[in-house]
């Protein structure tokens, strides 16, 4: 099995800074994306930004220019740095990993963390 661990998160005032990191553990064959979705009442879940392993970080038009993922390959880790956080960032942030596992074969598995709010104040 997987586990994505999560941690971060919390309260923070309009302009402001936040990261929200996520760790993954378990019985990893190879990590092919790690990255952040965020979810508020009544809606579906969104893409934030997802960083694949090889290749460039594929970011929400909205958080542009604003947030920033990073690897840490040593660890299975992703970080997600907010800057400049608006209210409207406000939301449960679910960490993502599509992993093939040492008994999945050639299929790829999408794990998620159990979520971290984020609260931004104007």
């Known amino acids: 099995q997987v586990q994505l661990v999560e941690s971060g998160g919390g309260s923070a005032q309009a302009g402001g800074s936040m990261t929200l990191s996520c760790a993954a553990s378990?019985?990893?064959?190879?990590?092919?994306?790690m990255g952040w979705y965020r979810q508020t009442p009544g809606k579906p879940r969104d893409l934030v930004g997802m960083?694949?392993?090889?290749?460039?970080?594929d970011y929400a038009d909205d958080v542009k220019g604003r947030f920033v993922l990073s690897r840490d390959g040593a660890t299975n880790a992703v970080n997600l740095r907010m800057t400049n956080l608006k209210p409207e960032d406000t939301a449960i942030y679910y960490c993502?990993?599509?992993?093939?596992?040492?008994?999945?074969?050639?299929?790829?598995?999408?794990?998620w963390g159990r979520g971290t709010q984020v609260t931004v104040s104007s």
């Open positions: 960083l694949p392993t090889e290749g460039n970080a």
């Open positions: 378990g019985s990893i064959f190879r990590l092919l994306s």
């Open positions: 993502i990993a599509k992993i093939r596992t040492h008994t999945s074969g050639s299929n790829v598995f999408t794990y």
